[in-house]
């Protein structure tokens, strides 16, 4: 089993930057693969971006490439997501996700999951 906890979720105004984190415990082989989701009030999950932790490729959504970058730091077996150029319609509750499937921006690909962090962008 794998437990996941985020931070670093806050409020900024549009054109800013936040990064989360999600530090990661457990199995490594059940969150070789880990990815950032967020959800809207009234809207579905989105998968935002996807990590393979091994080789390091990854995968992002149209709507955040060029803006957010997702990388690990493997001593501290923590996943970030960087994040610049804010804009309202990123405003959501973030979630890190893991799992050993593959990387992927589907929410079916991951088993386990975090509580969250929220994240508000004011125009």
């Known amino acids: 089993q794998v437990q996941l906890a985020e931070s670093g979720g806050g409020s900024v105004q549009a054109g800013g930057a936040l990064r989360l984190s999600c530090a990661a415990s457990?199995?490594?082989?059940?969150?070789?693969?880990m990815a950032w989701f967020r959800q809207a009030p009234g809207k579905e999950r989105e998968g935002v971006a996807a990590i393979d932790t091994v080789y390091l490729s990854t995968w992002y959504a149209d709507s955040v490439k060029g803006r957010f970058t997702i990388s690990q730091d493997n001593a501290k077996n923590t996943v970030y997501l960087q994040m610049n150029n804010l804009q309202p319609e990123d405003t959501a509750m973030y979630y890190c996700?893991?799992?050993?499937?593959?990387?992927?921006?589907?929410?079916?690909?991951?088993?386990?999951w975090g509580r969250g962090t929220q994240v508000t962008v004011s125009s």
């Open positions: 996700a893991a799992g050993p499937r593959g990387v992927s921006l589907r929410d079916d690909f991951y088993r386990d």
């Open positions: 457990g199995s490594r082989y059940s969150r070789r693969f």
